[in-house]
């Protein structure tokens, strides 16, 4: 897990910007555990320095890790803890696309229960956990200076951070063109499961239900191997699934 603190043109203010394009084969307890632990006390440390600068100065590194444990108590706990659906659990003992799709027939995540599975997944079955993160830009913008950060507003202008050689318009073409994957994948010897989203999808703009965000299914069962599915999604062109898992109580939710 990696870290940046991305100041404002102004410099009075600061984004702190956490991420990993790739994060492979690792024991995710202990990886999340980790990661969160580092997040809490960077972010500890930062909101403390905007309210006492000289005081965060004098304070080491154990500090702030012991105030993040301190915040963290139960954390694995209530990811092991949180309730899935029992499908889920089969779906980790099964090897048949056949039955996959039976399995995950109108099935549902929201982020707690995607992490308890991603838990357990290690925990009961021994699978090792991936993650890979990638993006594909529109045709053209390949070698563009792009800012540190950008996005659109809720009046639809784009506000960004960080020098850059396109227009506004350039950008806001970037956000709503370009292809982002976001993949997490289970895997055990030859055996793996993969659930994976767009950023099209959790931003509502996929043709499911009304722009339901959702997670798209594929395991080692649909007869294409983990780095060849891998491949197909850096370049943007992934074999495509008629499975879908409804993602819930994130991203930009459908008007009932």
């Known amino acids: 897990m990696n870290t940046e603190k991305i100041f404002d043109e102004n410099g009075q203010g600061f984004i702190r910007a956490f991420y990993s394009d790739k994060i492979e084969r690792v024991n995710p307890i202990e990886f999340y555990k ?11 440390k930062d909101i403390l320095f905007l309210k006492n600068p000289l005081l965060t100065s004098f304070l080491d590194s ?36 056949k039955d ?13 229960e995607l992490m308890s599975l991603i838990f357990r997944s290690y925990n009961e ?30 009046n639809d202008n784009i506000i960004k951070t960080g020098d850059t050689d396109l227009t506004d318009g350039e950008l806001k073409h970037i956000i709503e063109n370009r292809k982002v994957i976001v993949s997490h994948f289970f895997e055990k010897q030859d055996v793996w499961h993969c659930f994976f989203s ?3 999808s959790m931003g509502g ?36 699934t008629s499975i879908h898992i409804d993602l819930l109580e994130y991203g930009e939710q459908p008007k009932k």
């Open 205 to 240: 703009k996929e043709n499911w239900k009304d722009g339901q965000p959702h997670f798209h299914y594929i395991s080692s069962g649909f007869g294409i191997s983990k780095d060849d599915f891998i491949e197909s999604m850096r370049t943007g062109n992934y074999k495509s």
């Open 34 to 44: 980790t990661a969160e632990l580092k997040h809490s006390a960077t972010l500890i």
């Open 62 to 97: 154990e500090y702030f890790e012991r105030k993040a444990k301190e915040m963290l108590v139960g954390y694995c706990e209530k990811c092991l803890n949180t309730e899935i659906h029992q499908n889920f659990i089969e779906l980790l003992n099964t090897t048949r696309k």
């Open 198 to 200: 767009t950023y099209k």
């Open 125 to 154: 079955f021994g699978y090792l956990y991936s993650k890979y993160h990638f993006k594909n830009l529109p045709n053209g913008f390949e070698q563009k200076i792009l800012p540190k950060i950008f996005r659109l507003d809720e």
């Open 100 to 112: 996959q799709i039976r399995l995950l027939k109108k099935m549902t995540l929201n982020p707690d």
